[in-house]
C-alpha cells in the first residue's frame, strides 16, 4: 500500500467547494450581490429547496453573507464574504481548463 | 431577474470537478501512478463501488488513464492523462485558499 498524506485542510475545503451546484453559484456571486430568485432562475435543475441549504452551508463557512434589508418588501441579498472573494484564483483555474480542454 | 451566462465549458467542469471524492482522487494522482486499492486506502469513506464509477467517469471524460499490465497477477494503474494533469492549476489554487481560510 502507498501511504498518501492528504492535506486535512484540502479534504474540507473539497468537500465544501465539491458539493453540487456550489461551484455555479460561487460564479453567479462573484458577478456581485444577488437575490435568491436569481440563481434559481440562472441556473436550470437546480430547486429552491436544495439552493436553501447551499446557502446555508456557504454562510455557515463564512463564505457567503446574507444581508436583510427593512424595505417592503424586505429585500434579501447574498454576496461574498472575503473568504469567498478569495476563491477568485479557483474559479479562474477552472475556467482556464474548461476553455482549454472541456 | 437578473440574467447571468454562465459558461457552457465551465458548467461542465464544474459538473465533471465537483463530484463526490473527484478532489481527493486527482490529488493523490498528482502523486504518480497509482492502485485502485491506494485510493480506497487513502480516502476513509470511499468505498470500492462509488470509487469504480469514479474512476470510469474520469477515463470517459479523457481525465484518467487506466493502463493494463499482463503481468502475474494482472497489475492495473491509474494514472493521469495530459488533460488530467492539466487540472494541477486548480488544485493548487483550491490548495492555496483551504491554506489561508479553511
Known sequence: MVHIELCPRYEKAIEILGK???GL????????????SDFTEN???LSAKVLTVRM?????QGIVC??????????????????GMAL?????????WATQWV
Not at 453567479?28 to 437575490?35: A, E, M, S, T, V
Not at 418588501?73 to 472575503?82: A, G, K, Q
Not at 477568485?88 to 482556464?96: C, E, G, R, T, W
Open 66 to 83: 446574507r444581508s436583510v434589508y427593512a424595505e417592503t418588501p424586505v429585500r434579501i441579498e447574498y454576496s461574498l464574504t472575503d473568504k
Open 43 to 45: 441556473i436550470p435543475g
Open 25 to 36: 453559484i460561487l460564479r453567479i456571486l462573484q458577478d456581485g450581490p444577488k437575490r435568491f
Open 20 to 22: 453540487r451546484w456550489t
Open 88 to 96: 477568485q484564483p479557483v474559479l479562474d483555474a477552472i475556467q482556464s
Open 56 to 60: 446555508k452551508e456557504l454562510e455557515q
